[in-house]
């Protein structure tokens, strides 16, 4: 966002003696309210760990070469979905909690350790989709992967349950709780059977889909952030399945000293100074066609645990059309294992590295006719896009929406007046919080010789998804019916 142009008196200009007459720009035709989803982003990283099963600690403490388990790091691929929602409506939204699901991320993934492939099926030209990745579907070309996620604030408590307020305009972003005290070694404490709340190795967990810590069988407990970014980097859903077991395992990719006892397994332990490659690109990740789109993201009440009676509206995506780099849709990293690593004990992401991002964004235009949960419905593809961009930092993928509005001055979409509470949606460069101050002034006339500086009774709300959409509420107490407002840059 930061090459984007800056314009230096961009401004807009109301008077406020016709607002009162201004009905609310946000027309919803549905009786209860629910919040827009304005992006839903998945962020890929690699990360490795010390092998903690005993048989395998065992195995390279004495069978090594060099022997010692901590001269070996287990390659994982982690997985974090972001669910960020937005109040369109010029009075706050109240929840007692959001429920989203996500089906079928579409994004497929090679790996390679050194330069042999890690399962037959890469070298073959192939990739796996995430529903693949554990050991239960790992030759399953029907295999789907969701998320279900039960968003909801911190208590006091610190833990997650507490109800969402969104504020006239206001975005918050959420991603996955995690406990404070976490660490891998608290992770894996509980043995390969009991994992706590990430290590997605075995699909009947359901570690994706309900959460065991709050016995919460309606999702994963995610939680709001202060920014648009994860609300810790340090954990993440991950697997390390990146091979085959059952003998399968390709031979090259196997130490001498592995030959027999590592072929069973479909972790891989590799060398500190040894590599890890893994490419990515978008793609269908189920060979079921039936009824299924390329990519689905449903808006849940949150009341039942079935997702079918839980629907309040199903956002079915197709790839046709994804914003990628088509000159280079495959994207491509290797690490090195020991520079990747987290051990036990850290509290931090540790070597954590991101490295792709697949997110489904909200258009300006749907946002501005607020068209989400209108009937009739209108089409998927004319609310969100898709985008697959290439990462390097938690802070993701940094897309906005390709309607929006980048080189234009501030555009008034609507007004309304509430009381003594002015509220304008307006258009603008498009930017995280914080990216841009709006400053907003008022004056008795329309010369601005010697403007009110509002910025105390005003809030400028910036949407977390960058889209270029923003609701100012500026409180315009006994200021007459000769006022103008100026919104500026």
């Not at 972790?267 to 060979?287: C, E, F, G, H, N």
């Amino acid at each position: 966002m930061n090459s984007l142009p800056r314009r230096a008196h961009a401004h807009a200009i109301l008077m406020a003696s016709a607002l009162a007459l201004a009905s609310p720009v946000h027309a919803q035709t549905t009786q209860t309210r629910y919040p827009v989803v304005s992006k839903v982003e998945i962020l890929f990283s690699m990360v490795s760990h010390y092998s903690h099963i005993s048989d395998r600690m065992n195995f390279y403490n004495t069978n090594g070469n060099p022997k010692g388990n901590t001269n070996y790091a287990v390659p994982h691929l982690v997985y974090e979905p972001l669910v960020t929602l937005y109040n369109p409506y010029n009075q706050d939204l109240t929840m007692t909690r959001s429920r989203i699901k996500i089906w079928d991320p579409p994004v497929g993934f090679t790996f390679k350790k050194n330069d042999a492939w890690l399962r037959s099926d890469f070298a073959s030209g192939n990739f796996h989709g995430l529903g693949r990745l554990n050991i239960m579907e790992q030759f399953n070309a029907n295999a789907r992967k969701s998320f279900t996620m039960l968003l909801s604030e911190l208590k006091p408590n610190t833990y997650p349950g507490g109800s969402i307020t969104l504020r006239p305009g206001e975005s918050k972003t959420f991603s996955a709780w995690v406990e404070p005290a976490w660490s891998w070694g608290m992770e894996t404490a509980g043995g390969l059977l009991t994992p706590r709340s990430f290590f997605d190795w075995n699909v009947d967990n359901r570690l994706t889909d309900r959460d065991y810590r709050t016995a919460n069988p309606l999702g994963i407990e995610a939680i709001a952030s202060t920014t648009p970014f994860l609300s810790s980097a340090k954990a993440g859903y991950q697997t390390d399945a990146l091979t085959y077991s059952n003998g399968q395992r390709p031979t090259a990719t196997l130490y001498d000293f592995e030959t027999t006892w590592a072929r069973e397994h479909n972790s891989v332990a590799i060398k500190l100074s040894d590599t890890v490659t893994v490419q990515t690109k978008s793609m269908r990740t189920t060979s079921i066609n039936f009824g299924i789109p390329d990519f689905r993201v449903d808006l849940l009440k949150g009341q039942v645990e079935d997702p079918t009676a839980d629907l309040v509206k199903a956002f079915p995506m197709s790839l046709t059309g994804i914003i990628q780099n088509d000159q280079q849709p495959v994207i491509t990293r290797t690490f090195t294992a020991g520079d990747i690593l987290q051990t036990p004990s850290d509290k931090t992401s540790g070597g954590k590295m991101p490295f792709a991002s697949i997110t489904m964004i909200a258009k300006t235009n749907a946002l501005r006719e607020n068209s989400f949960l209108t009937k009739p419905a209108v089409p998927t593809g004319s609310l969100y896009e898709l985008h697959f961009k290439e990462v390097s930092d938690f802070t993701g993928a940094h897309v906005f929406s390709s309607d929006a509005p980048l080189d234009a001055p501030p555009t008034v979409l609507g007004y309304t007046r509430t009381g003594d509470i002015l509220y304008i949606d307006f258009t603008g460069r498009p930017a995280i919080p914080g990216q841009i101050t709006w400053k907003v002034r008022g004056s008795s006339n329309l010369s601005f010789i010697a403007p009110d500086n509002l910025d105390s009774v005003s809030t400028v709300q910036t949407g977390q998804s960058a889209n270029g959409i923003y609701k100012a509420a500026i409180d315009i107490t006994d200021k007459g019916e000769r006022y103008f407002i100026r919104i500026e840059e």
